[in-house]
């Protein structure tokens, strides 16, 4: 039998015998593309050229993989049970309390000055609904609208938040949207990037992620959600590493247009 847990926000905690590890270890490992060229270099040449997401030593997974591991174990016909972790729950819960008609009643009461579009409304709701989401978000779809609803109801029950962007003009456009969605930014977000102090003493922090993926774990504790603007970049290793360090942060969302 096959126990899954959360350990934390970041990894699952995986308890099998060794063979499903060592199965495990094979199946959730990948070929870089220009492998063969970074071999070539002095190094590199011990490396053979893959890179590897779960610890058959430590049996940690990526809370993100869930849905991927328990597809393999019923695919391969392995008995398996879900742990409930009495601080971080359990991976892949839902939120049932949130319901459509409860999102757009909340929306309408934030009193933007438009009418959210259906597939808005469709976006917050399985954000909310289901605390862990890749949202495709094209130019001209209302991105910093679904975000800012995100902040707002987060807020609502005291969730500290952190927004990681990509440049400096995307954290001061995203800070101009909030305004003009009516809100007092002011009061609640604190910018970071290049100049600017490094503190995570307001309730939503938005940020380039160069500015704070050197930061110390510390820094990051105290968030309960992470919202990343052009998340198909995320592979890089320090935004992997920003990641890593929100140990608490169960509510997570990225945003793409592509």
Request: hydrophobic letters at 35%; charged letters at 25%; proline letters at 3%.
């Amino acid at each position: 039998m096959t126990i899954i847990e959360k350990k934390n926000e970041v990894y699952l905690r995986i308890r099998t015998e060794l063979h499903i590890h060592q199965e495990l270890a094979e199946y959730f490992s990948f070929e870089v593309p220009e492998a063969k060229f970074l071999q070539k270099q002095r190094r590199y040449k011990r490396w053979d050229g893959r890179i590897r997401l779960y610890s058959p030593g430590t049996g940690e997974l990526h809370v993100g993989l869930f849905h991927y591991l328990t597809e393999w174990l019923q695919q391969n016909n392995y008995d398996y049970t879900v742990e409930d972790s009495k601080y971080y729950g359990t991976p892949g819960e839902e939120d049932v309390g949130v319901s459509p008609e409860a999102v757009a009643g909340f929306v309408r009461s934030l009193g933007v000055p438009f009418k959210a579009r259906d597939y808005q409304l469709q976006s917050i709701y399985r954000a909310l609904r289901h605390h862990r989401r890749l949202l495709l978000s094209p130019t001209g779809s209302g991105k910093s609208f679904i975000i800012y609803c995100l902040v707002r109801w987060h807020l609502q029950r005291n969730r500290e938040i952190l927004i990681v962007v990509p440049t400096t003009s995307l954290v001061e456009q995203l800070y101009k949207d909030f305004e003009d969605y009516g809100w007092d930014a002011e009061s609640y977000c604190h910018k970071i990037y290049s100049g600017r102090e490094k503190t995570n003493k307001y309730s939503v922090t938005i940020t380039t992620w160069q500015s704070i993926y050197k930061l110390e774990r510390s820094f990051f504790e105290s968030y309960g959600v992470v919202i990343g603007d052009e998340a198909h970049l995320f592979k890089s290793k320090s935004l992997i590493e920003i990641m890593t360090k929100l140990h608490h942060a169960k509510y997570r969302f990225g945003f793409t247009g592509t």
